[in-house]
């Protein structure tokens, strides 16, 4: 079997328990997921992940995103909140990259964003028609080369 990034995951607690292994030096989010889900005493149920576990997990993970506080709306419409705290801490880079983890890796996209934040996160935006339109699409796209 191929080298892989390990999860131990606690079911309830795969927001958590994603965020460990993000921060974890070992950790590559370009290798293969092994995912083990463990019981309350510490006992791995003994999946092999050969792609079950990871769906599971990451089906899991993006429904407790939903409701982290870096998004605000209504379910199924949500959107970007505006936190200091959370951006300095880089929580929007982290929820960004599990949720990258769980499209490419889970196959499980995040249906509870609004349509316009998902399709500026893809890339899918039509190009601006107002002036108010090109002038916030300037300032993201500054914002954007700024941050990376």
């Known amino acids: ?72 709306g209504p379910e199924g419409n949500k959107t970007l909140a505006l936190n200091s705290v959370a951006l300095q801490k880089g929580q929007y880079r982290l929820v960004g990259n599990m949720i990258a983890l769980c499209l490419v890796q889970g196959q499980v996209s995040p249906r509870f964003l609004s349509e316009r934040l998902y399709r500026q996160v893809c890339n899918l935006s039509p190009l601006p028609a107002t002036l108010e339109e090109v002038t916030d699409y300037n300032l993201r796209t500054k914002l954007r080369k700024a941050m990376y």
């Open 1 to 72: 079997m191929g080298q892989g990034s390990r999860v131990n995951a606690l079911r309830g607690e795969e927001l958590e328990c994603a965020a460990r292994a993000f921060n974890r030096s070992s950790f590559d989010p370009y290798l293969k997921l092994d995912v083990v889900f463990i019981d309350g005493d510490g006992v791995a149920e003994g999946a092999v992940d050969e792609g079950g576990p990871t769906r599971e997990f990451c089906t899991l993970l993006i429904h407790q995103i939903q409701n982290h506080f870096v998004f605000e």
